[in-house]
Each structure stands twice: as structure tokens, then as C-alpha cells.
């Protein structure tokens, strides 16, 4: 029986009862067919864990690639736990199944655990309608979730849209997710905010994991290209409240950490978190600019019938409701994850109610500004039948890791090996999670908290040019390479549970703030992905959007404006991030990334836009070749952003399996570059211009490696490899460090010196595939790796984010630079010893070619034409 290695840490000194666990685990292709059982077991104890689990992802034999188990499991002070997921050759016992029960009612959806009944208003959204276990009843008043506008107005959600989003469920302790999605509803105008709630409950248990999504659907004005607070998009409101009425007859307590102690009042009692409590959060803080709050008081402070009584600096309080209506010995819990980090929050009880305050009302402060296409997901806990303590687990989570070398076995991670002694980037990537320079101390420099800022990364390397004496300047890093992806691999390859910590919070980020959450912008824009502030200067009041009316200048010459763009697209990290938690969030967001990219290559289906659309592309190559030139033929530049176009169809395939999304990755293949081009015309020596080329040819790599998944060793694939091959055997005689060249660098720092870690993992990929030339590549792939190193490791910038982040993102091709400690993993002699077809000569550029270009774009644009579709096109550009 196969046995896949999981290992539960609890690193607190206190007992954490029935903790959740959500764990990502793959498996080896053909291991795991779905009709066979799993089985959960402590490998000390031999114990049998109930848990369920959910696939998310297949391999082309349709047996199971990835799945994401549940279970509850309590664990001691500081214990460690190995478990083991067994794969049985038996087959599935249904009898042993447990199920929740989901029953749609008029007007709400009642929910049976077993032991706990949940009824939930749908017509009002009301989370906990009414509750009981078992015959007692613990909650029998409605609970009303609301937000009031700059106006007054009150608004509450109504339901319009109720999906079960379990999937395959096959035995144990069920988890079931239902998700609800509408709009905010009020007696005056339209509110113009959206609403998403997932609540997962678990069978036979009182325990609730609540999500809150609010979501501003509109487009932003964004005037000049830029992207400042105050725009006429955004939508202003005091507050956001979970309002529940208090179990009759229970007595509250309260602590304001796992480590406090539990105090009980019948007073009024109000707990709120100001500021992060940091040494930068404080009113000078230019950071804050970012939540349109000034921060009043750093930190949180504790007050009773309306007088303070206590203040400190960082809170994540618990609430625990006791009494005969509350279950007897058992009682009521609540808390709110990440509630300091996401700063304004706030519990609060005045005489029967009890207020989560996700977006709390401030006397005398400014309004919250929701911008145009943004959305903020809260996440509350529940145990309706709990001990005091029981919710201790939900911000301080023990770590939950399958072992590196059972990644390594299943094949999901590309150049993913065992941990070898002496790794020349250990040094240097360690500084991510250790020291005074690791990403979570980062975020203290500018104090990146808040409910716009946590799970951020500050971009430490913009203040590179900065004098000695200044603030640092407020820069925010999150999408200019694919950080996220960058904490996966280490995560994976480590088991550190502080890299999870920085993939899971700056993950949850991207998919909220950064990612233009609209479908009323121009279509090259809308589901687009913000990238990082401009470079080496203050964000302002842009927030994470770029540019900012406050700069008259920019880092890229004749741009002062702009909008989301194909050349800061990440999706691989994403596609991870879902792999390793089954966030359904995340695997929405790298298919709608994906589908942005396809749109704005494409352009809108408007006459109008495909005229622009030839204007930028084919007009400009015709007139070349009327003036007798010679342009290149290819419709895709050989870029970064072709490179990015080709990862996010990639991963958005991995998800959802369209092979259609594939295809058109072989299409933008073959429309870059060919297996005889003459290299020589792509001026490659300009670095400043094409270096991003080698991000081109590593996504060309990653499609080789999902086609030989696939077993698919097709004209496509050949084609791409012969293309790959001779551009590496190009690079291997003419490519040198970039620092060797400074006379043609703008900015000649170290960020160029970790880019090299991407030449390194081209000869590493190419020499995977020629035997003739491998100790070549792998000789001059130690020679970049010994030029990262070397330029590096005495470096006072090596710690930048930056230059971290990219050798994260890349890391695992050096492991094999040493040929006795590793060796190539070819699966079978067909891909390594293919036979390539006659590919014939590289395409030219031709009047006939390019007539027939322009033709398809005027029928594509005449097939779709609209007076209404033309005036909407205008209308976003104008």
C-alpha cells in the first residue's frame, strides 16, 4: 500500500483541541484511481482519523494528481504528529460514509452536522438564522450582517446566487463549503457593492468557518492613467457588521490572546484594534495613506461600559458565550482570523448583541474607500459547542507539511529534488525567513498591515537610490515576478512552515486587492492583474495600482499612466497556492487571469478594436516592408509578457483541463519563434530592451515539461523543443553576465546578478534534452550559478526583496549543476531520443501574409459590430 508522509508540528505551549487541518496533498501518476479508499492513520498510534478529502486536480490517465484533505485533530503543547495516507487497494465502502445534509427551504437552507442543525436566511443573507445541537437551541434570533454607507444608508446582503461547492467527497468526518454571492440591498439608491460568503461546516461537529467577501464591481475613472484614492469608482462606507444576538442567559468571557487569561464581565464591552502595533504604525506613518486612515492609536486597547481599561499592542481576541442555553458545560466561541494584522477591527457588545466589526465605525474619522474593482474577504470561526479555548488554534496554526521527498516522487513541481548538503543558494535564500532582513520583518519597516496591506511585500529595493538620511519610501512588491510561487517551492522543499505562512497571506492578497475585479473597463484591463508601484518612488495614495497623479515622473521613460499589463501576469504561484490549501479562490483567480490575457491580446469583439489592434501590429509591419525593410514575421514579441501569456494559459489548463488553452499556447509557440531563426536579428546584445527573451524561453520549458505529462510527443511539442534547443545552443556560445556590460545598464545593481539564475535554468533545462551537448550546458550553468554566488554573497543588496523573489522563483535547476550529486530524470527513450520532422526554413514577413492577417481581424470585427458595442469601446477609452 502506497503511503503518503504527513507531519503535524504544534510549536505553542498550549494544548490546541480539534485544530482543522486543510492539507494539499499530491500523488505519482497512476497511484491513485478515484473508486479506491484512503485511509488516515497516526503512525505511532496506528489511530484511524476521520477526514474527507476533495480532488483538484487529475493527470492525463485520469488517475489523481492532487486532492486536499480535511480533518480535526487535537494536539498537546509543542507535540509533534506524523500521520500516514494510505492508498488501499480496496475499494470504497460507502456504508462507511459520513454526510451532511443540505435541505434548500423557501427561504433558507437548513444544514444537519449530525449533531449541530444550522439554519441560514437566503432572501436577507443571515449566516446563523438560528442554531442548535443536539435539543437545545443556541442561538434562536437573527443574525444580519450590514454596512453603512457615507450616506446612512443601511444595506445587507441579499442572495442571488446559492452554490454547494464540496466536490468529490468519499469517507469521514465530511466538510462541506457552501458558497452564497448577491448584492448589498438598502431602501435608497444602489449601493453598488457585491457580496461573496462561503460557510464550511464539518459532520458531526458545532464548528463554522465563515468568509465574508465584500466587492465593488465598478470600473475606476482612473483620470491620466493614474489610480490615487478619491476616484469617482470607489465607494465610501463607515462600517461593515456581523450583527448576533447574544445566547439567552449565557455569561461572557473574553480574552484578548491565546496566551490570556479569561475574564467575564455583563457590561458593555468593546475590543479594537487601531494600528498594528508595530514601531512604524504611528501618525506619521505614510503607509497609512494606503488604508485612508490615520492611525489614532497604535495597537488595541480594551474597554468597558465605554471606559478604557487596558492597551497594548497587538490583539487576537477570543469571545466565549457559557450558560444553560448555550449547551449546558459547553458554550458559544468566536473569533476573527488575522485580526491585528487587518487592522480597523473590532468585537463589540452593547446590552443583547454582540458585533464582529470587520470594517468598524470610527468617530471623527474618514470614511473607508472600497476602490473600483476591489474586494476585502474576512474570515470569522464559530464553535457553537465548544470549551473555552477551543478557537486557540485559529491564529496561532500548528504547521502541516507532507514530506519533500514525496513531492519530489510525485513529479508536480518541475526540477524538484531532495535536499542536497552544502546548496550554494541556501545562504542566500534562508534571509527570506531568518534574520533581520527575512520577508515578515520587512513588513515592519513600513508597517505593511492593515486591511488593504497585509500579506504584502515591501520592496525594499525601490529605496536603493534613496539618501541616507530619508523615510523609506513606501513601495509595495507584489506582481512584478511571482513571489508566491517562489514561497511554494521553498515551503515544499524545506517544510518550513513560515514560508506556507508568506505563500498563504500574500496569496489571499493578490486575489482581493491586486487583481481588477471588473467587467466594465477596457477589455485590456478588466480581470487584470495591478503590478508593482513605480519603481524607485513613493506608491502615495495609489495604493497598489501603479502610478500616482503625486509623481510628475516616472521610472519608465514617457509613462506616467497605465493599467494592468500582460508584462506582470503571475499565475504559476496561484496555481499552487490552490494546489497546497484547495482555495477555491485561488484556482478562480488563475482562470480569470488567464482569461484577461487571452482578451487583451485579442482585443474587445468590436470593429473598432480590432482597427486599433492592426494599427499596433499588422499596419506597422506592412509599411516596413513597403519602405523595403525587413521586419520579423511573428505576431508575438519575444518577451516577458508572451512568456507570462504562455504560463497563465499553462496553468489555467493544470485547473480546469480545457485543452483549448493549450492549443493556443502551441499557436503562440509557433507565432514567436522557429527552430532556424536567424538569431542574429533579434538584438539580443541590447539588454536593456530584450532581456526578458530568457522568461519567453522558460515558459517555452514549462510547456515541454506539461506536454510530456501528457504524453503528448506531437509536431507541437517537437516544434517547440527544436525552437527551445537552438536558442539555448545560441545563449551557450554568446550569452555572458549581464555585469560584464554595465556600459549599457541603466541601473547596473545586483538585481541583474540574480537574473542570471534564469540562464541557469535554461542550460539546465536544455541539457535535459541533449546528450551531446549536456556537460557543456551544465559547465556554463555552474558558471552562472558561481556568478550568482560570488556576486551575492558579500552583496549589502542580496536581501532586497527582489533579488530574492527571483531566486525563489527559479530555484531547483542549480541542484543539478553537479552531476555526482544529482542526475536527469528522462522517463522513457521517446523523449529523449526523438525524431525531429523537416520544420523547412523561419517564416518571412510578406505583403500576402500580412493581408491575410489583417482580412481575419476586419471579419473577426465585422462579425460582432455593434453600435452599442462600439459606443461601450469608446466609452472606456475616452
Known sequence: MLEVPIFLENKQCFNKLNEVFEIGVPFPKGSFNLGRSLVLNNKKTNEEIPFSYEISAYWSDKSVKWAKIDFRLTLESSESVELFLGISSTRINKSNDTYISVENISDEIIVDTGNAKFHIGTKEYSPFSQVSVGKSVCLDSYSKIRCTLDNGEVYIPKVTQFLDQSKVICRGAESKKLLFSGEMVGSGAQSGLNFLSTIQ?????????????IWNPAAAIHPGGCWDLGDEGSVFFKELVVDIKEPRDANLYWKELASSTWESTVESLKIIQSGSGGKASNDNSSNGLNNALPIRKNGYRVCLSGKDIREGYRASPQIYYQGQSASGAKGFSITLEKF????????HREQDLFQVQLFPMMDDEPDYELQAGERKTHSMCFDFHSEKGELDWVNEPSG????????????????????????????????????E???????????EYGWRDFGEVYADHEALYQNKH?????????????????YARQFVQTGDSRWFALMDELAKHVVDIDIYHTKNDRVEYNGGLFWHTDHYLDAHTCTHRTFSALNNSSSTPGQTGGGPGSEHCYTTGLMYHYYLTGDQNSKDAVVSLSNWMISSHDGAKSFLAQILSLKKYELGQLLQIVKRADPLPYRYPFTRGTGNFIVSLLDAFSVTGETFRLRRVEEIIQNTMHPSDDISRRNL???EVTWSYVVFLQSVAKYLFVKEGLGEIDYAYKYARASLLHYTEWMLENESAYLSRTEILEFPNDTWVAQEI???????????????????????????????????????????????????????????CDKGSLDFDIECDEIENIIFPDFGPAPVASIYTLTQKILKKLLFGLKHISISGEKEWLRTRT
Open 758 to 816: 534564469r540562464k541557469l535554468s535554461l542550460f539546465i533545462f536544455a541539457a535535459r534534452y541533449d546528450k551531446v551537448l549536456r556537460e557543456q550546458y551544465r559547465n556554463r550553468a555552474t558558471e552562472f550559478l558561481n556568478v550568482i554566488t560570488g556576486g551575492l554573497s558579500e552583496s549589502v543588496e542580496k536581501h532586497f526583496s527582489r533579488i530574492q523573489i527571483l531566486l525563489l522563483q527559479s530555484y531547483g535547476p542549480h541542484l543539478w
Open 437 to 447: 532582513s527575512s520577508f515578515h520583518q520587512k513588513r515592519e519597516t513600513i508597517d
Open 201 to 213: 461546516f464539518f459532520s458531526n461537529s458545532a464548528f463554522v468557518k465563515l468568509a465574508f467577501t
Open 400 to 435: 502541516s507539511t507532507v514530506s519533500s521527498s514525496w513531492y519530489a516522487k510525485c513529479q508536480v513541481f518541475p526540477f524538484m529534488g531532495p535536499q542536497v548538503k552544502n546548496d550554494p543558494l541556501a545562504s542566500l535564500v534562508v534571509q527570506g525567513i531568518d534574520g
Open 685 to 687: 546584445d541590447d539588454i
Open 470 to 486: 530619508e523615510s523609506p519610501l513606501v513601495s509595495h512588491y507584489n506582481n512584478q515576478y511571482d513571489a508566491i510561487y517562489g
Open 340 to 347: 491585528w494584522q487587518n487592522f480597523p477591527k473590532a468585537f
